[in-house]
């Protein structure tokens, strides 16, 4: 089980997901970096902050219009033991997405036109000893963006 996070004008907001991607509905256990999501209401709960549970994720065509790409899949937590800490979990996302974007779009993250989310443990995954990290990246209005967007330059 994963939890979204995502960096909205300097407010961190944290949506719990058990999500995946591919071609069509698939788990987690199959993303690749440069793989993208259909769009962005599949990650949305009905109200901010609340946990919404999923059990799969619609893949899309990159050349076709798409709300989020993979950049970053790691390890990140690797290391972290103990209770789950959401807030430590967040920093340390925050902190590998922000870098891996710049990264990989090959621009900087405070003055591009695109925005990053971040898909991490659940506490029962963390229970599990699961520390992988998946970073996406997508139009900062969460506006649909067609073809990569890797080396960019926005």
Known sequence: MLIIGSILI????????IAG???????TAFIDIGECFADFSQFEASVEGET????SVDGADCDEPHALET??????????????????VDE????TCETEFETYVNFEW???????????????????????LICLVGDYN??????TL???GR
């Open 10 to 17: 300097a407010a961190v907001i944290g949506l719990g997901v």
């Open 21 to 27: 991607l591919g071609s069509g509905s698939t788990s």
């Open 52 to 55: 919404q549970l999923i059990s």
């Open 71 to 88: 950049y970053y899949i790691g390890d990140a937590f690797e290391g972290m033991g103990g209770e789950f800490d959401q807030a430590l």
């Open 92 to 95: 340390v996302a925050i902190e």
């Open 110 to 132: 405070e003055t591009s036109e695109l925005d990053y989310w971040w898909l991490t443990p659940s506490p029962q995954g963390w229970d599990a000893d699961d520390r992988e």
């Open 142 to 147: 969460r506006g649909m963006t067609v073809g």
């Open 150 to 152: 890797r080396n960019t």
